[in-house]
């Protein structure tokens, strides 16, 4: 059985850096696409980051420069580094897991798997 089950998340100011974490169970990260996506209140979900089994990742536009996504084969885990905060970052931040070893894009459609996520709030 597939869990993703999201930590790391909280409070900090504009300019500030959260790493989140991502815990998988039931199979390996290393073998599928994984990615972070995050959702705003009234907003729809979009797509921040992805990596896919060969270690390629792909970053919105948005978070370019100031995001970086990875994984620890050895934990099991993904994570998601955020420096440089903005409040437009905060959102309700969310882990995914792919049905492929293959990224085909950050469409929130495409991953079958979701953890329950982690709350990023960045103050001004």
């Known amino acids: 059985q597939v869990q993703l089950v999201e930590s790391g998340g909280g409070s900090v100011q504009a300019g500030g850096s959260l790493r989140l974490s991502c815990a998988a169970s039931g199979y390996t990260v290393r073998t599928y696409c994984m990615g972070w996506f995050r959702q705003a209140p009234g907003k729809e979900r979009e797509g921040v980051a992805s990596?896919?089994?060969?270690?390629?990742?792909t970053y919105a536009d948005s978070v370019k420069g100031r995001f970086t996504i990875s994984r620890d084969n050895a934990k099991n885990t993904l994570a998601l580094q955020m420096n440089s905060l903005k409040p437009e970052d905060t959102a309700m931040y969310y882990c995914?897991?792919?049905?492929?070893?293959?990224?085909?894009?950050?469409?929130?459609?495409?991953?079958?798997?979701w953890g329950q996520g982690t709350q990023v709030t960045v103050s001004s």
């Open positions: 990596i896919n089994s060969i270690g390629s990742t």
């Open positions: 995914a897991r792919d049905r492929s070893w293959r990224c085909t894009g950050l469409v929130a459609a495409v991953f079958p798997y």
